[in-house]
Structures are given as structure tokens and as C-alpha cells.
């Protein structure tokens, strides 16, 4: 059973950083990707940045040049570090993980709230 753990949300200023941690626990297929959701009050949840097994990397256009995703301990950990951060970064952050081995298997986290605001 694959469980994801999230941490390091909290409540920042405008303009400051946060780094968001996913630590992913059991068997974890060699073909996967490990991404960043968020969802606002009221709004649907948006994919924020993706990291694939081979290291390749895509983020929302509104996230683009601020946050940056990148995955360590043999993969098994993912991180997001948000720079610059503004208002309308405020969400609960989820981890997902899909990994494929016959089929596609699909694994979310229990989400970490980001505040931003003075």
C-alpha cells in the first residue's frame, strides 16, 4: 500500500518562500510522475507542477519562474519550493502520485494549507 505524506505548509508573507515536502512510502513502480495540486476555497484543483521518473518537469503557467518541484531519496520524496509567493497562492497543496505497471495507479496525500497574506 503506497501512502503519501505531505509537510511544510504553513502561513507566510507576499513575497516570501515556502517548501512544500511528500514523502511516498511502499512499492513504487519504477514508471511514475509525482506532482502538486492546490485548491482555493471555492475553486476547482489545479495541477501546479509535475516531476516524471526521468526528471522531467512542467508547471501551471502561473506558477512558472516561482516554484520550483524537484524529487530526492531515490525518488521517493518530492518537494515544491515556492518563491515569491503571493495571495492568490493560498490553497490547500495536495501529492499525487501515478505510477503504471499494467495499469495506471493513482495516490494522493491528505493536503497542507498554504496561507499567504500579511
Known amino acids: 500500500q503506497v501512502q503519501l505524506v505531505e509537510s511544510g505548509g504553513g502561513l507566510v508573507q507576499p513575497g516570501g518562500s515556502l517548501k512544500l515536502s511528500c514523502a511516498a512510502s511502499?512499492?513504487?513502480?519504477?514508471?511514475?510522475?509525482m506532482d502538486w495540486y492546490r485548491q482555493a476555497p471555492g475553486k476547482q484543483r489545479e495541477l501546479v507542477a509535475r516531476i516524471t521518473s526521468g526528471g522531467s518537469t512542467r508547471y501551471a503557467d502561473s506558477v512558472k519562474g516561482r516554484f520550483i518541484i524537484s524529487r530526492a531519496n531515490a525518488k521517493s520524496t518530492v518537494y515544491l519550493q515556492m518563491n515569491s509567493l503571493k495571495p492568490e497562492d493560498t490553497a490547500d497543496y495536495f501529492c499525487n502520485l501515478k505510477m503504471y505497471q499494467d495499469a495506471w495507479y493513482d495516490y494522493w496525500g491528505q493536503g497542507t494549507q498554504v496561507t499567504v497574506s500579511s
Open positions: 511502499g512499492s513504487i513502480f519504477s514508471i511514475n510522475h
